[in-house]
C-alpha cells in the first residue's frame, strides 16, 4: 500500500508514533524515526524495522525548534531523495487545571504540539510542492474538538492543529497534496496504563464500543489516509475514539 514511499514520522520512538513508523515500513515505506527523548528506543525500532524487512534511519530532533525541524526535513531528503509522507505526531501534556497551570507548561505544550506541527509542515512544503505528491497527516484529539478540564494547553494545541490543518489543505490540494487531521480518543499508551482501574471504567462509560483504542487502530488509520486510496480525502478531521464523542 505504501511500497518505496518515504515517511517522516515526528515523535516515533514511542507509544502511537512507533506504531505509525511500524507499520508504515511494514507496507513497505521507507521510514524516518524522528525522536526527541530516547536514542536507544529510536534504534530498537529501527532495528526491529530492519528485522522484519522494512527500511528506516533514525534522527533525534526536536521538531519545537525551527532549525532543527528543518534539519530532521533535510536529512529525510538527502537519505532517500524525497518525502512523500509526513506524520506530525510529537507531542507532550502538562495538565492542570488554569489556577494552576505554569506558563511554561503552556508554552510547552504550544510549542511542541502546535508550533512543531507548523515547523514540519513549513521545512516539507517546497519538497511536496516540486513533487506535486504528499500526503500530510496531523495528529489533533477529540479534546481538541470537546475539551477537556485540566487540559486547556493540550485542547488549545490540538484545536490549533485542526486549523493548520484544513488551511494546508486549502493551500496545497491543487498540487497533488492532501492533508488531514486524525483525533483518537483513549488510546492505550504509556500514559493510560498509568491510570487507576476507577479512572479507566469512567472512561469506558463514555465509550460507545466499550474499550479503549489500540495504538494500532490509530496507524492503521494513518496508513489509510497516506495511502492513495485515500487521494481524494483533504481538510478532514478523522476521530478515532469508539464512539466516545457522539
Not at 515523535?11 to 515500513?25: H, M, N, W
Not at 506530525?88 to 505554569?102: H, S
Not at 477537556?148 to 486549502?170: E, L, P, R
Amino acid at each position: 500500500m505504501l511500497k518505496d514511499k518515504v515517511a517522516v514520522v515526528t515523535g516515533a520512538g514511542r507509544g502511537i508514533g512507533r506504531e505509525i513508523a511500524k507499520t508504515f515500513a511494514g507496507y513497505g515505506a521507507k521510514v524516518v524515526v524522528n525522536f526527541n527523548g530516547s536514542e536507544e528506543r529510536a534504534n530498537s525500532l529501527v532495528e526491529e524495522v530492519k528485522a522484519a524487512g522494512g527500511e528506516a534511519v533514525a534522527f533525534k530532533a526536536n521538531v519545537a525548534d525551527f532549525a532543527e525541524a528543518e534539519a530532521l526535513m533535510k536529512f529525510a531528503v538527502a537519505t532517500y531523495g524525497r518525502i512523500d509522507i509526513l506524520v506530525n505526531n510529537a507531542g507532550i501534556t502538562r495538565d492542570n487545571l488554569v489556577l494552576g497551570m505554569k506558563e511554561a507548561d503552556f508554552d510547552d505544550v504550544i510549542n511542541i504540539n502546535l508550533k512543531g506541527t507548523f515547523n514540519c509542515i513549513k521545512h516539507v512544503y517546497r519538497t511536496m510542492m516540486k513533487q506535486k505528491y504528499g500526503r500530510i497527516i496531523n495528529m489533533s484529539s477529540v479534546v481538541g474538538i470537546e475539551g477537556n478540564a485540566g487540559q486547556v494547553n493540550y485542547a488549545a494545541s490540538k484545536a490549533g492543529v485542526i486549523g493548520i490543518t484544513k488551511s494546508i489543505a486549502k493551500e496545497l490540494g491543487s498540487r497533488g497534496i492532501t492533508a488531514n487531521a486524525i483525533a483518537p480518543g483513549f488510546i492505550k499508551t504509556d500514559m493510560t496504563d498509568a491510570l487507576s482501574d476507577k479512572a479507566k471504567e469512567a472512561m469506558l462509560d463514555h465509550i460507545t464500543v466499550k474499550r479503549l483504542g489500540e495504538v494500532s487502530d490509530i496507524a492503521e488509520t494513518a496508513a489509510f489516509l497516506a495511502s492513495d486510496k485515500a487521494s481524494y480525502i483533504t481538510g478532514q478531521v478523522i476521530k478515532v475514539d469508539g464512539g466516545m464523542s457522539l
